[in-house]
């Protein structure tokens, strides 16, 4: 990709100006789509509503100690611990008062109706 160059009269200096792309077309969107992907893929088969309301208890009892928040989840695996709170990081963040399980399902409910 060649940079289209300025030059400044004042003092003949040249510099370089990158082009930017505005759509959703660009490289950019499609990173993000691939690293969605990703992650997605992390999660591997559809939680259950046991298993996220699982997942938000011991998420909020044990912080990011991601063993035992896999062990209190059963049958899911560190990767795929982690691979949800990455996808829900904004929302896990806030302060235990602020949130609930029912949201955090509901959250993943959309995840799955989108994707689908």
């Known amino acids: 990709m060649v940079l289209p160059r300025k030059c400044r009269s004042v ?3 040249c510099y370089s100006i990158p082009k ?12 993000s789509n691939s690293r969605r992907r990703k992650l997605a893929d992390k999660l591997g088969p559809k939680w259950t509503v046991k ?13 990011k100690d991601w063993e035992k928040v896999a062990d209190a989840v059963r049958n899911r695996s ?4 982690e691979a949800l709170y990455t996808m829900n990081r904004a929302y896990l963040s806030l302060p235990r008062i602020a949130t609930s399980a029912a949201a955090l ?9 989108n994707s689908a």
């Open 105 to 113: 399902i509901s959250m993943m409910a959309d995840h799955y109706r």
């Open 51 to 63: 298993e996220l309301t699982r997942y938000y208890d011991s998420y909020y009892k044990n912080g």
């Open 20 to 31: 930017l792309s505005l759509t959703k077309d660009g490289d950019g969107a499609q990173r």
């Open 11 to 13: 003092n003949n200096r």
């Open 78 to 81: 560190l990767e795929m611990v």
